[in-house]
């Protein structure tokens, strides 16, 4: 008898520190995986208002962006999209040039990006997600509005891709675009829609065109 409570006495001793050890083995896991953009199935929409004119609309043909994250922790996320700037195809002509120095001076900053750090679920499928932008050259703070037009990807299993939709509202003016302020609204409206599709390391890398360093060091960290 004395020995049965004795053990019992030892298992109660012992029994917070292996579950600890246990939650510190599951957290200490790497359970991250790395979603790519699908190009096949993205669309990237510029607008942005020419107020005795018109809106100004089109598209940017080219994009990426990867998205790396754990499903046991989704608030804390790594969301990368790079938009290739000199890829700017307007629906009509412009009455503004969107290219050149006073906009988006393309000739020394041909890329813009948004990095996302943390995301913030607003219903069981939207999202906010808040990082910096780089436009210009000048990095600011920036969120994305995102929807899972299906379902948010932190169920059990990981999915093999899964589709979403994401805007965001970038003030020209603090990234250096000041011009005609008083004929062309400040704010202008980015849109995305695509697929992200889960990377194996036997998949190619091959970048839609030339992406700049912080891609290098998102996939350095985030894989």
Request: aromatic share 12%.
């Amino acid at each position: 008898m004395k020995l049965r409570l004795f053990g019992l006495a030892l298992l109660l001793v012992c029994l917070p520190s292996m579950v600890a050890a246990n939650e510190s083995d599951d957290a200490s896991s790497d359970d991250r995986k790395l979603y790519r953009l699908q190009s096949e199935y993205t669309h990237v929409g510029f607008t942005v208002r020419h107020i005795p004119f018109s809106t100004v609309t089109g598209t940017f043909d080219r994009f990426e962006a990867f998205f790396a994250f754990d499903k046991r922790a989704p608030a804390v996320i790594d969301f990368l999209g790079v938009v290739d700037m000199t890829s700017f195809n307007p629906e009509r002509e412009p009455p503004i040039d969107v290219t050149g120095p006073d906009w988006f001076a393309l000739a020394e900053y041909p890329t813009g990006h948004f990095y996302g750090h943390t995301m913030e679920m607003t219903s069981d499928k939207t999202a906010v997600v808040h990082g910096n932008m780089t436009m210009k050259g000048i990095t600011g703070p920036a969120g994305i509005d995102i929807v899972f037009p299906d379902a948010a990807p932190f169920g059990a299993p990981y999915p093999d891709s899964f589709p979403f939709e994401a805007s965001m509202v970038v003030d020209r003016t603090r990234f250096g675009m000041t011009r005609m302020q008083g004929i062309v609204r400040k704010d202008i409206v980015l849109t995305f829609r695509g697929t992200l599709k889960r990377q194996t390391t036997d998949e190619p890398d091959e970048p839609l065109f030339p992406l700049p360093p912080v891609v290098e060091k998102f996939l350095s960290e985030a894989r």
